[in-house]
Structure formats: C-alpha cells, structure tokens
C-alpha cells in the first residue's frame, strides 16, 4: 500500500488541499486546536443543516494505479443534529472530476454507505453493522472502493473493523476514484447544526488500515542495549 496523499493540518490552514467546498448559510472551515486529533491542529468542519449545506475540505485528484482507492480519517462528530429525516455525509471519495462518490452516510440516525450503481440506475446503499457512533468521540474510518474485480465492490472500517461491504453487479464502466473529502455535506433538511472535526486524513491505492505500533524498545536499541534489557532511565526521554 502507498499513501498516495495525506495531511494533518499541521500548517495551520489548508494550503494542501485541492479545494474547501463551502455552501450554505454559516457553512465554514477552520483549522484550529479543539479539531485536533494529534498536535496543534484539526479540521472544524461547520454547517446548519440545511439541505445541500456543505463544508467540505478535499484533496486534489491523485494518480491511482492499483485500481484500488483508500480514504481514511479521524472523525469526532461534535454536532450531529440529523433528526428522524435528516441527512449528511461525513466522508468520501471522489472521482476526479467529482461527479461519483461513496460515502458514508447519517440518514436519520442510521448508518450507511452509498454510492451510484455502475449501470446509471440509482443508488445502491447498505446499512453498516455498527450503528452506535457517539458525539465527542474519535474514530478512525476508512473507505475503500476496489473496482479490480467483475464487480465493483466497496468497504467500511472503523478503528480498524469491518463495519460493512456493498457490492455493485450492475453491468456499466466502472467507478474510478481519485480524491478524499471529510466533513458534512446535507443530502437533507436536518433538525439542527452538522459539525465534524477531522484529522490525519488520507488517500491510498490499498487499504490503510490501523496504524503501524511504536515499539517500546525503540530508545533501547538507540543506544545499542539487547532486547529484553532495561535501557538507562535517561534514554526514555530521548
């Protein structure tokens, strides 16, 4: 797997985006310290609900040759004030030109992933097995589209779970993707205001799955000390 792009916020702003769709009364985002997952800054991604309301940073189309794509963010959902029927997505992929997508999906308090199917029909959606998403919460989600196969097929994960695969056996080209967006977007009127904060967002050409863990040997073997031999208090400062 080859990380095709990512970001952190760590500049402060977002130079490395491809753009920050923003629509709608109120809609905004900012890269401040409360958003932040890890280090100084998030992404706070801000809107009031309305139907077609959208804040919405994205990168820019990046070249996929595994004829697999990977979206994977930390989202803490500060306000999801959806409503029995309200809307909005939190994140996604796009193709490059940014007409299809998969996303995932609050539509009236239930859990989804949908996409367009591939013979132009309509929409293909599957609600995902993990319904309990709590506010004030970080999760690390992942979306995968893998049109390798006879069948296009898409892949939710979260903190490293399976939480749901969609399969489209409609007969049309394929859906390539290119771009990775977080934040809300309404599909519908929702009762209140959408706020979702992100951070180390990334795109891949595989899965991405649950990052690598930092061994607890690491000063040790900086200073040349065997494993299983406790390292001098000093070298766990390094």
């Excluded at 959208?54 to 004829?67: L, V």
């Excluded at 977007?185 to 050409?205: M, P």
């Amino acid at each position: 797997m080859t990380v095709r792009w990512q970001d952190d916020l760590e500049s402060g702003g977002f130079t490395n985006f491809g753009r920050v769709y923003l629509n709608g009364t109120g809609a905004s985002a900012a890269a401040n310290a409360a958003s932040a997952y890890a280090g100084s800054y998030g992404a706070d991604c801000f809107v009031n609900g309305a139907s077609g309301d959208g804040a919405e940073p994205e990168c820019a189309a990046q070249t996929i040759t595994t004829s697999v794509c990977a979206g994977q963010a930390r989202l803490k959902f500060h306000q999801m004030n959806v409503g029995a029927t309200g809307g909005v997505y939190v994140i996604g992929l796009h193709d490059s030109a940014i007409t299809k997508g998969i996303h995932l999906h609050n539509l009236g308090g239930t859990w989804r992933i949908v996409t367009q199917k591939r013979d132009g029909s309509g929409e293909i959606s599957l609600n995902l097995t993990q319904q309990t998403w709590t506010a004030d919460t970080w999760y690390l989600v992942e979306l995968v589209a893998d049109w390798s196969g006879t069948n296009e097929v898409y892949t939710c994960y979260r903190d490293g779970a399976l939480v749901g695969t969609l399969t489209d056996t409609s007969v049309g080209t394929n859906q390539t993707f290119a771009r990775v967006y977080v934040g809300p977007y309404a599909t519908n009127s929702n009762a209140g205001a959408i706020e979702v904060y992100a951070d180390n967002i990334k795109l891949g050409d595989a899965l991405i799955g649950l990052p690598a863990p930092v061994s607890s040997y690491a000063p040790a073997l900086r200073l040349g000390v065997p494993p299983g031999q406790l390292a001098p208090e000093a070298a766990y400062a390094l």
